[in-house]
């Protein structure tokens, strides 16, 4: 699979897991921004990817990042953020969506595990009533976009 064919639509998604759904195959759920891809980044999308067979990976659209994060975000497109996802090896498929949420992609694709970063309760994940389970990933200390961006804008 090439990295461009690997950032679908929803549509093709849903008929994606409907198929890994017929072989009997776990499907993984995880979204965010990922705005400046780093090393946090990559440890949660190992695990996530290592709690099944195929991990759909749901990005936030640029004008969702906005709203998420503020006008100075994201630094990055979202066309570009979806090929450096895309071209990593535990990212199966890429999804991007324009709501603040992923709770659209996850009620169609119902997921068999929904993996979000510990900083997040399970009762506060988005969707967590239509996935299998929800799968809280430690993050690894110290790594975030926003202090990577604060830092670029104090040089």
């Known amino acids: 699979m090439t990295t461009k064919s690997k950032i679908i639509s929803l549509k093709k998604a849903a008929a ?30 190992e695990q996530a990817r290592s709690m099944g067979d195929f991990l759909f990976l749901g990005l936030n659209s640029d004008s969702s990042v906005r709203r998420l994060k503020g006008p100075s975000r994201p630094i990055n497109k979202a066309g570009d953020r979806a090929v450096v996802l895309a071209a990593l090896a535990a990212v199966d498929a890429v999804i991007v969506f324009t709501e603040d949420t992923p709770l659209k992609l996850i009620k169609t694709l119902r997921p068999d595990v929904l993996a979000k970063g510990a900083d997040y309760r399970s009762g506060d994940v988005a969707g967590a009533e239509f996935a299998g389970r929800v799968a809280l990933i430690p ?9 990577l961006a604060k830092k670029l804008h104090r040089k």
């Open 139 to 147: 993050l690894l200390k110290g790594r975030s976009t926003t202090a």
């Open 16 to 45: 994606l897991r409907a198929a890994l759904r017929r072989k009997g195959k776990t499907a993984v759920f995880t979204n965010g921004c990922f705005d400046l891809l780093h090393a946090g980044h990559i440890a949660s999308l």
